[in-house]
């Protein structure tokens, strides 16, 4: 269960970090932005990025992967339910935000997990290169599945 929770986590961020380019045709008409503001999307994504990886690390050292994952998994589904609803700019920047946390649990839980559980703790470098292709499979395929999970962004 391990390694699946692992390589998900590591999918889970690729798709955090392409979801906002693989909406931003649709979402920016909608929210009547242009593309500076929509930039500055981006911008609060990455900061809060910055800041939840100095957190996240400390956390998982003191409660472990387990609740980590899971805080991650839950709010980068929410904010990607609040980002296909969101009306107004102010409505999409909360969960632009909060996916900076979500997305940096997702990574830090990956992260620590892939060296030890792939290939039985043997082959660090390669579990390592493993969860690479997981990510970036998320970043790749995540126009497809904002394409047919939310047709009316995309």
Known sequence: ???????LCVFGLG?????LGSISVKLMPRLKI???KFGSLISAFMFSCLIASLVVGVVIDS????PVAIFGFVLTALCIF?????KTYGMVLMPCLLLGFGAMALNTAGNTLIP?????GQNPA????????????GV???????????????
């Open 63 to 66: 409660l472990g992967y387990k």
């Open 126 to 137: 390669a579990a390592s290169n493993l969860g690479n292709v997981f990510f970036g499979l």
């Open 116 to 120: 030890v559980v792939l290939f039985g």
């Open 140 to 154: 790749f395929l995540t126009l497809l599945f904002t394409r047919h999970l939310y047709p009316h962004l995309v």
């Open 34 to 36: 242009d593309q500076g």
């Open 1 to 7: 269960m391990e390694k699946a929770v692992a390589l």
């Open 82 to 86: 609040l980002l296909a609803g969101g």
């Open 15 to 19: 798709v955090c970090f392409s979801l």
